[in-house]
């Protein structure tokens, strides 16, 4: 894991960034963080964190492997910005255990505001169950 400008990066991404980048020359390693990317253990979170790199994540996670088939079919119709996020990463603080379980929750019931698109509720769900498959210690 990588910490890089105020955000949390999956290996692959952090380390692709270091190569797109110059090492900075006038002072570390340590770098600053928010000039380069510093390998760091994995921490633990107020809430489910994604790599910072979305959509664009090179390890990034397909929301359709987590829907039923018909929700599947949905997804693949959505944006990539959609379709896919970033591998998850990091424990969970008790606060951010509290988090995932109230969001899971809420994105399992059903809308109390407006009618939301097949699709995007599809998304929802998808999203639950990857947080849930991932954060299973936590539930
Ligand atoms: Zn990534």
Avoid: Q
């Amino acid at each position: 894991m990588y910490v890089y400008a105020a955000d949390v990066w999956c290996d692959s991404c952090g380390e692709a960034i270091k190569s797109s980048l110059e090492t900075p020359s006038n002072y570390g390693p340590p770098y600053d963080t928010n000039d380069y990317p510093s390998e760091a253990s994995e921490g633990h979170s107020d809430s489910p964190s994604h790599c910072g790199a979305g959509a664009e994540c090179l390890e990034r996670v397909d929301l359709a492997d987590y829907a039923s088939a018909r929700g599947a079919k949905l997804i693949r119709t959505l944006d990539d910005r959609l379709r896919y996020v970033g591998a998850p990463m990091e424990e969970l603080t008790e606060y951010g255990a509290e988090y995932l379980r109230e969001s899971i929750k809420e994105m399992l019931a059903p809308s109390k505001v407006r009618p939301v698109e097949p699709d995007i509720r599809a998304r929802k769900r998808a999203l639950a169950s990857l947080w849930s498959s991932f954060w299973s210690d936590y539930l």
